[in-house]
């Protein structure tokens, strides 16, 4: 009964070593495992040429992320907006719109002190832009230190001074301004 099991395991070995492949370049030593070869077709018979191989598609593993999270945001499910951004934070650090949307989701559920740290970091990637100055505007209005509100609204405005949303900021603080509640 093991002489059988034996002869068997030989011949599967046998089959196994015939079926190695080398994917290794013979030039470079680098293994390439999406690349098609020069010569190739597709299934249809077309020639690889001009088709985007894995390696060159524009595609980042936060992009999902952020378009869910900005779903959320204008839902205005504020939590899970910040979670889904924070998520893309961590997949792509150097996204500034990504720190930008989580400043705001937290700015929206008064965590001030977590949308100090994104702005920080969306200033650092982003610089000196209008939706930055804007955002930050906001987030002071929402805090009640109008004056800062203003200086930064002011900044968004003459960077842009054409943009809607700045000149609807600068308006929503004015009427704050008269509307004081005590």
Not at 101 to 119: M, P, Q, T, V, W
Request: a neutral charge; charged letters at 20%; glycine letters at 8%.
């Amino acid at each position: 009964m093991k002489r059988p099991l034996a002869a068997a395991a030989s011949l599967l070995m046998i089959a196994l070593a015939g079926c190695q492949t080398n994917a290794v370049d013979a030039n470079d030593g680098v293994v390439r495992t999406n690349e098609p070869s020069k010569g190739d077709v597709t299934s249809f018979g077309d020639a690889f040429d001009g088709l985007k191989t894995v390696s060159n598609v524009e595609y980042y593993a936060s992009d999902q992320a952020v378009a869910e999270a900005k779903n959320q945001f204008r839902a205005e499910n504020y939590g899970n907006s910040g979670a889904l951004f924070f998520k893309a934070t961590q997949l792509a650090p150097n996204d500034g719109g990504a720190w930008m949307g989580l400043a705001a989701s937290c700015d929206r559920i008064h965590r001030f002190d977590l949308a100090d740290r994104a702005y920080g970091r969306a200033f650092k990637l982003m610089g000196a832009s209008p939706e930055y100055y804007n955002n930050v505007g906001y987030s002071y209005l929402l805090r009640g230190k109008l004056q800062d509100a203003r200086s930064n609204f002011l900044k968004a405005y003459e960077l842009a001074p054409n943009d809607p949303t700045v000149a609807n900021n600068l308006k929503l603080l004015s009427s704050s301004v008269q509307n004081i509640e005590r």
